[in-house]
């Protein structure tokens, strides 16, 4: 009995590593071209912009009469493709503000 349990251990850690490898494969591909995203062109950096929020939209408050009933949490940071993100809009700002001196204040 305890050897079965053991072999069905060790089956089901293979099996539970083979499927996250599958996964990791796709995320590291999509977060290397998000990174290596080059921004050239005002027009798509004021688009990344817009499109890319400055804060997690997702965090709620629900309240009923002044009393909050539960919290809705952040889930940004669940998004694998988080950090990327972000640094994408950065690097967006940052060109409109040093390359084209625009005022990025209505960004933030």
Same mark, same amino acid.
């Given at each position: 009995?305890?050897?079965?349990?053991?072999?069905?251990?060790?089956?089901?850690?293979?099996?539970?590593?083979?499927?996250?490898? &599958?996964?990791?494969?796709?995320?590291?591909?999509?977060?290397?071209?998000?990174?290596?995203?080059?921004? #050239?062109?005002?027009?798509?950096? #004021?688009?990344?912009?817009?499109?890319?929020?400055?804060?997690?939209?997702?965090?709620?408050?629900? #309240?009923?009469?002044? #009393?909050?009933?539960?919290?809705?949490?952040?889930?940004?940071?669940? &998004?694998?493709?988080?950090?990327?993100?972000?640094?994408?809009?950065?690097?967006?700002?940052?060109?409109?503000?040093?390359?084209?001196?625009?005022?990025?204040?209505?960004?933030?």
């Amino acid at each position: 009995m305890i050897f079965e349990t053991m072999l069905l251990s060790q089956t089901w850690n293979t099996a539970s590593r083979k499927l996250r490898s &599958n996964f990791v494969g796709p995320i590291a591909a999509v977060r290397q071209r998000l990174e290596t995203i080059e921004i #050239r062109n005002s027009r798509v950096a #004021r688009w990344l912009c817009k499109l890319i929020p400055a804060q997690c939209p997702f965090a709620r408050e629900i #309240r009923v009469l002044g #009393r909050t009933l539960f919290r809705i949490p952040p889930l940004c940071k669940l &998004n694998p493709f988080y950090e990327q993100l972000m640094t994408l809009r950065f690097r967006a700002l940052c060109f409109l503000a040093d390359v084209c001196g625009e005022d990025i204040s209505g960004y933030c």
